[in-house]
C-alpha cells in the first residue's frame, strides 16, 4: 500500500512516499526558514504564500524520487490540523484536490499522531502500553499509549500532562533570541551547550502541585532574560556557552522528572520521544541513560523524522485509511484540533498519584 503524505502546518512544505506504513520511498522537506529568519520567528502569512508556491513542486518530486506516478499511489494523507490555518489550507486543499479527482481516499491526519508515528520506523516493535512525550515548536505533550493490535495500527491516546505555557521548542527559541542567536535557535543551543558548564547557573524548578504532570517553561524564560537584563556579557562566550548548557540541562530535567513520574504512575513498558526538540542531543542522552536505568524501553526516531516532515503523516495516515477513518472531501482544516482531551480537563479535577 503506498500513501502519498503533505505535511504544511507551519514552515515546512513537505511530501513524502510511504510503502505500507513502514518503508520510506522518498522524503521531500523544503523548509521556508530562510523566509522567516529576518523576523526570528515563523510569520503566518509569508508560510501560506510560500507553501502555496512550493506545493506542487514538491509533490511531484516526491513522486519523481520514488519512482511511482499518482496514479500507482493508494491513499493519500494530510495534516489538518493542529497548526497555523493558512499553511494547513494549502497542503489540505492539495491533497483534497488529488484526491477527488483521482478517486483515491483521504486521510486527515492529526500533526501531533504524526509526530507520534514518526517514531514507528525505526521501532514498529514498540511495546504497548508507552508514554509518547511530543516536544516540538508548538507543543509540549504527555500522551498514554494504548494499542488495540499490539502495534502502531491502533493506538489510543490519553493526554496526561502539557505545557501549561511555552512549549518547550518555544522556549529553547524565545532564549536564543534573547542571547542573540538565530532562529530556530534549539539546534544552535545544543551545538553551543555541548562546550558549556552545565552548573555555572541554577535555574529554580517551576512549582506546579505534585500531583499535576504538567511542564512549565515560561519561568525559565524569564529568569534567563533577567540574567540578561542583569549583566549584558552572558550574551558574549564564554558566559553564553555556560548559560546554553546550563538553561539546556534544567530543560531536559523538567522534561524527564515529569515523564519518570508520568511512569511510575502509569507504568508504561517504554517511552517514546517525538517532536522537533527530539533532535536535541543531550535530551536524547539523558532520556536513553536514565530510561534503562528505570527498566524502560526507549524509542526516538533519527533527527530527520523529528522535525516536520510528511514521511510520518503518510504513517499514520496508513493507520488510519486500513481502519477505515478516511476523510469526506468537505473536511476542513483544525488550527486547534485536539488528539486526545486530558482527564483534568473532561472532569476538572486532578490526575490521581
Ligand atoms: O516539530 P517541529 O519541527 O515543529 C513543530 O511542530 O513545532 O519543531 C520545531 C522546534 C523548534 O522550536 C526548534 O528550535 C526545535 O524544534 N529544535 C530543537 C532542536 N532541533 C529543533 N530544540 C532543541 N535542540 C535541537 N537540536
Ligand atoms: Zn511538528
Known sequence: MLVLGIETSCDETAAAIVRDGKEILSNVIYSQIKTHTPYGGVVPELASREHLVKIRA???QALTDAGVTL???DGIAATSGPGLIGSLLVGLTYAKALSFSKHKPLAAVNHIEGHIYSVSFEHPDVEFPALALVVSGGHTNLFLVESDSGDFRHLKYKLIGKTRDDAAGEAYDKVAKLLGL???GGPI???LAKTGNREAFQF???KISDRSLDFSFSGIKTAVLRLVKENEKVKEDPLRLD???SFQESVVNMLWTTTLKAAQTVKPRGIMLSGGVAANSRLREV?????AAAGLKFYYPKPVLTTDNAAMIAAAGTAKILRGETADIDVNADPNMRLAVSEQDVRNRRWKL
Do not use: G
Open 58 to 60: 514538491v509533490v511531484d
Open 287 to 291: 532520556f536513553r541513560q536514565r530510561s
Open 204 to 206: 529554580s524548578i517551576p
Open 189 to 191: 543551543i545544543d551545538r
Open 243 to 245: 548559560l546554553c548548557a
Open 71 to 73: 496514479d500507482e499511489v
Open 182 to 184: 538565530s532562529y530556530p
